[in-house]
């Protein structure tokens, strides 16, 4: 329904950041919550941040509370996740998601359109 596109993925140490994006095509981004997950190598896909149509009220993992930031700008339909304080269980491929409203759904199946994902290595 929608096409997601996430980058700026990359190789990085500890204690490092990065800013991950995410691209949505067509023009109901702004009447749609976002989401990030992230699955890990052998195991299952985590909620990462989520963040309604709006922008005003943002749900992160317990994981990554205090160090991870979610953010959009619907002018540009793209949603943002700025990671601070990086470890090697951040370790990753980072999932764009957008919901079917503008309220994050209880459930990721219930997210209606998925990125491609993008690659987070953290080193130790």
């Known amino acids: 329904q929608v096409q997601l596109v996430e980058s700026g993925g990359g190789l990085v140490q500890a204690g490092d950041s990065l800013r991950l994006s995410c691209v949505a095509s067509?023009?109901?981004?702004?009447?749609?919550?976002m989401g990030w997950f992230r699955q890990a190598p052998g195991k299952e896909r985590e909620f990462v941040a989520t963040i309604t149509s709006s922008g005003t009220s943002t749900y992160y993992g317990d994981s990554v509370k205090g160090r991870f930031t979610i953010s959009r700008d619907n002018a540009k339909n793209t949603v943002y996740l700025q990671m601070n304080s990086l470890t090697p269980e951040d370790t990753a491929v980072y999932y764009c998601?957008?919901?079917?409203?503008?309220?994050?759904?209880?459930?990721?199946?219930?997210?209606?359109?998925w990125g491609q994902g993008t690659q987070v290595t953290v080193s130790s």
């Open positions: 067509g023009r109901t981004f702004g009447s749609r919550a």
């Open positions: 998601a957008a919901a079917p409203g503008g309220t994050p759904p209880p459930r990721s199946s219930w997210y209606a359109s």
